[in-house]
């Protein structure tokens, strides 16, 4: 029996030892509990939001493009999307749902098998876009037959909408998809969905339209799923761009431009506003919104009459005769010539071997300045450059913006290039021939220019001599305030106003001359008449064999071959307010193809009164009088 | 022998007996399961607290009818009853249903029986049996431990095939300590021990399923896989952590009510009160379990039978693993095992096969006088 005591006293010692042990066990737990909820509450605590609160990005709406008469040029158009969620639907009623759907709008035949797919991918609670931008009465359609559709809704987005389409493509760009290099700080680009300007003032001013983001704090589940919003910061919207365009010239001018392959520019001889800038042929900025085929992509790219590209900016062409003003004013300025010295002109001048051919292969007899430009006598500036050197025409045509960007708000601006000796020893590598002189002194050769360098050359001609820089934006509005551009004074470029008033009185004659070479595109209504100077610029050599049978007409040749059709004109003709220069590609004679589209363009511009509200410029430096 | 059926007490007096506080308290504690439950299924009896309540009503009639039963007769059948749940475990083991990965459940109507569950009490009163029968002499002699030790390693290893680390470890555990207090002696342990660390490398690579492992691993670095097996874990660390000293309020657990804690009516029940009631509340339920755990101490430790000690401290010892190996792994201290919060997680046969425990002790409360002779006959006193 005693034995059972023992048994007792063990069991009561060894009791005491594990509710001793216990007890420290339970110290353990409330130790672990202290460390877990005081000590290290804060990092848990931050841990537990982070898990609970996700961060939306709301994005701004894009600022709206405007003419400057307040037309809408780009605008944000309500996307009505049907999409699908199918929380707590079973696949046999979506199946169902989708044929009912399909019976009302059309669908794509594999939209019920990618929604299948989708479906198995995605988490329940994010909605499948069925088909982007609905009609009304697809809407309409849709919304009334909700009951019957079970998990379809109708989503409002924003699309970036061109109301105008190619009239104005080029200097608006277009917007797309954001791409993987093209990705910086701004968390807006990540967006699903969210586009961005690639071209034209949409990309030139892609921060300035895009705005701010906003952002919404929504408190989330494990899932991801969204269960409220707990806070919302509204972001700030894009600015409105107000441009110089005036989108009714703009528009006659491309209609004027059809079928032909070249560029326009419209501007105010004196502010530099840009009041019309078309490249033909054009593309439709829309469509590269939803995305572009590969196809319809392919035909943009390998169109031979490049419709992507800003020929206005982009294009750099021989100006030809249109050059012969530059010319002059250097040959006035430096004393080579005055107005009144003269030439003879057989048709043709002898330098060394080589032969250089008027286009009046019968030669203009005597020769002044005034009608050499008048009836656009080569021999007579063959004459002139020769005197002058390529280096002295090379520095007037810079003053009058040449070979150089004029820095207009669009991306993919060319420089144009004036050929000089050094450029040549550099470039080419070969010594500069004084043959090229004669033919940079009819505008061809290694002479290029940019049809707005053509416009500029013009309006600094004709608005007094005055370093007019072209520009787009008029007007910056926010929500709060409108800014509008601040231009830079204008400065004199130093050419004597005589000098500048021979030339541009030569170009009144070359329309309104009795044997002006553009007399047939003269203004007729009084008051409105232009002055001007067609350019007829070759693209091909006419070889020693070939002028001996006969030039080839135009009309004969492949289009490729064909000569370039340049013009360049002002009016009125008493206070010139408006420059014009036309290039059509390959479209022949300057008097036969560019001349009358540049009449017809400049009435226009006149009788619309297009320059309206103008905006004085600033001048400074010495100047006769104000013009 | 015959006293054994011979009741001593009437039923009258067995009530006046009773320990009613500990009931109390076993009340209270489902209580503080119920409300957790009704803010898990976010402010709804349904479907948790609806089934909660009617098992703990079936457990605690349970638990009144084992309390009022005379403990010799447990003493008696302490053999059949476990070869009866053994044989249990083996039908579950051919024929059960599956369910959670592991073959745990006999269908029986409204609760899904483990008996898994049962077999905890049912080998803490076999070994009691056992020991009780046992001279300290007879313990001293290692042939007279081989019968306990078979009757410890055949369920576990079923209950481990299963498979199910965390109950076969609270087998082995339990039973150690009724060993233990059984008087075996020390240096035995020893060696088991030391026997068992060497076969931990074998275990490993053999008997060790590939999710177990990775709960292993898991536990010894959750970081290494944050969204897939360290998930839970650090979940459960951070609404712990950011519930703080007075916690987020009754249902308004982020981590939990988002969804973010995993099994928060089962096992992470007590990750949710830490978080919306704080380390104020998760110290009051500690409280009422470390009370909970005295009264059964102290039961037991007053018992005049070696089975009664036993019994009872066996028992408590279940108790004491459930909620130290349940709070332990959802506060990151040791790997998941899946062990039930004790009365308060959501669940059939943990309840009614703890409550049955509890019966007991308060069983051993109420015939704490009566002396039992080691072959089962008072009368030899």
């Not at chain 1, 470029?493 to 070359?510: P, T």
């Not at chain 2, 059960?96 to 073959?103: H, I, K, L, P, R």
């Not at chain 2, 030391?194 to 490398?201: E, Y």
Request: aromatic letters at 8%; proline letters at 4%; a positive charge.
């Amino acid at each position: 029996m005693h034995r059972d005591t023992d048994r007792h006293k063990l069991f009561s010692r060894r009791a005491a030892v594990l509710g001793g042990g216990k007890l420290l066990l339970m110290s353990a737990l409330v130790g672990r509990m202290y460390y877990l909820q005081v000590v290290e509450s804060e990092r848990y605590k931050t841990l537990a939001d982070d898990n609970r609160i996700n961060y939306r990005l709301l994005a701004p709406p894009r600022g709206h493009i405007i003419d400057r008469f307040g037309r809408s040029m780009a605008i944000n158009q309500k996307n009505h999307q049907v999409v699908l969620s199918f929380e707590g639907v079973k696949a046999t009623d979506i199946r169902a749902t989708l044929e009912a759907l399909t019976a009302m709008i059309p669908l794509s035949d594999g939209a019920t098998h990618r929604v299948l797919r989708e479906m198995r991918r995605r988490r329940s609670f994010v909605p499948i876009t069925l088909k982007e931008n609905l009609n009304w009465e697809e809407v309409a359609r849709i919304e009334v037959n909700a009951p019957d559709l079970p998990g379809v809704a109708i989503d409002v987005g924003q699309t970036r909408f061109y109301p105008h389409g190619p009239d104005v493509a080029h200097v608006l760009g277009y917007v797309a998809a954001v791409s993987g290099k093209e990705i910086d700080d701004d968390p807006l680009l990540e967006l699903p969905g969210f586009r961005i300007g690639k071209s034209g003032i949409e990309k030139a001013h892609d921060l300035t339209l895009r705005g701010a983001g906003g952002a919404s704090q929504v408190e989330v589940d494990a899932i991801g799923r969204v269960m409220r919003e707990l806070e919302r910061r509204e972001g700030q919207a894009g600015a409105e761009i107000s441009l110089t365009i005036d989108l009714e010239l703009q528009k006659m001018v491309t209609r004027r431009l059809k079928n032909h392959s070249g560029a326009v520019v419209v501007m105010d001889a004196h502010n530099g506003d840009v009041l019309s800038m078309v490249s033909s042929p054009s593309f439709d900025p829309n469509a590269f919104n939803t995305g572009l085929s590969v196809q319809n992509w392919q035909e943009l790219v390998s169109n031979p009459r490049a419709p992507l590209t800003n020929k206005a900016i982009a294009g750099q062409y021989p100006p030809g005769s249109t050059f012969k003003m530059v010319v002059a004013l250097a040959a006035l300025e430096l004393g080579v010539v005055t107005t009144a010295s003269q030439f003879f002109c057989s048709g043709s001048v002898k330098l060394g071997d080589a032969e250089f051919h008027c286009w009046k292969k019968h030669g203009h007899g005597t020769v002044d300045l005034s009608k050499g430009i008048t009836q656009s006598c080569d021999v007579y500036f063959y004459e002139i450059a020769r005197r002058l050197g390529i280096d002295q025409i090379s520095a007037m045509a810079r003053k009058l913006g040449f070979g150089q960007r004029l820095g207009l708000d669009l991306p993919g601006e060319q420089s144009g290039l004036m050929p000089t000796k050094s450029w040549k020893r550099k470039a080419v590598g070969s010594s500069w021939q004084q043959g090229e002189t004669l033919i940079a002194g009819i505008g061809q050769g290694y002479v290029l220019a940019t049809p707005l360098q053509l416009a500029v050359m013009t309006a600094r001609l004709v608005n007094g001599g005055y370093a007019v820089v072209p520009h787009l934006i008029r007007s910056v509005t926010t929500l709060t305030e409108t800014s509008t551009v601040i231009q830079e004074e204008i400065s004199s470029i130093g050419i004597a106003r005589r000098h500048l008033k021979a030339v541009s009185d030569a170009m009144a004659n070359v329309v309104n001359g009795p044997t002006g070479t553009a007399r047939k595109s003269r203004i007729q209504r009084s008051g409105f008449e232009m002055g001007g100077k067609t350019g007829t610029s070759q693209v091909r050599r006419i070889s020693k064999a070939e002028r001996d049978v006969g030039v080839r007409k135009n009309k004969e040749l492949p289009w490729e071959q064909r000569d370039h059709s340049l013009f360049v004109g002002y009016a009125p003709l008493n206070a010139p307010r408006y420059v014009v220069a036309v290039v059509i590609e390959h479209g022949g004679d300057g008097s036969k193809t560019a001349a009358p589209m540049a009449r017809d363009i400049l009435y226009e511009a006149q009788v619309r009164n297009a320059a309206r509200p103008g905006v004085a410029p600033k001048v400074s430096g010495f100047g006769d009088e104000p013009v | 022998m015959d006293g054994l059926n011979r009741p001593d007490l009437s039923l009258r007096q067995k009530l006046l007996e009773m320990n009613w506080i500990f009931v109390l308290l076993v009340c209270m504690t489902a209580s503080v399961g119920f409300a957790m439950l009704y803010s898990a299924a976010n402010g709804s009896v349904y479907p948790w607290v609806s089934r909660q309540m009617l098992r703990f009503g079936a457990g605690f009639l349970v638990m009144i009818v084992v309390a009022l039963t005379d403990i010799r007769l447990w003493l008696r059948y302490a053999y059949v009853l476990f070869a009866a749940i053994l044989l249990l475990l083996v039908i579950v083991e051919f024929k059960g249903e599956m369910g959670m990965g592991a073959q745990r459940w006999i269908p029986l109507g409204f609760i899904r029986l483990q008996p898994s569950e049962f077999m905890k009490i049912a080998l803490v009163i076999a070994l009691a049996r056992y020991f009780h029968g046992c001279s300290i002499d007879d313990v001293g002699r290692i042939h007279y431990l081989i019968p306990p030790l078979l009757m410890v390693a055949v369920p576990s290893a079923l209950v481990l095939r299963q498979p199910d680390l965390g109950t076969a470890l609270m087998l082995v555990f339990a039973s150690t300590i009724v060993f233990f207090l059984a008087g075996v002696r020390l240096w035995k342990f020893v060696v088991i021990f030391i026997c068992g660390l060497a076969s931990l490398p074998f275990g490993w690579i053999y008997y060790l399923r590939p999710y177990q492992k990775a709960r292993v691993m898991t536990f010894l670095n959750p970081e290494s896989d944050p969204l897939g097996r360290g998930w839970n874990i650090i979940q459960s660390k951070i609404a712990l952590g950011s519930g703080g000293v007075f916690g987020k309020g009754f249902m308004n657990g982020s981590q939990a009510h988002l969804n973010f804690l995993p099994e928060k009516q089962t096992d992470f029940i007590f990750t949710m009160l830490a978080e919306e009631f704080g380390l104020v509340g998760g110290l009051a339920l500690l409280t009422l379990y470390t009370i909970l755990l005295g009264y059964g101490f102290v039961i037991s430790y007053r018992s005049h039978s070696q089975f009664g000690r036993l019994m009872g401290m066996g028992v408590t010892v279940t108790f004491f693993l459930y909620v130290f190996i349940n709070i332990a792994m959802v506060m990151g201290l040791i790997p998941v095992v899946g062990v039930p919060l004790p009365l308060i997680s959501f669940g059939g046969s943990h309840m009614i096969a703890l409550l049955w425990g509890f019966g007991l002790l308060l069983g051993v409360f109420v015939h704490r006088n009566i002396l039992i002779g080691r072959r089962g006959a008072h009368e030899e006193h």
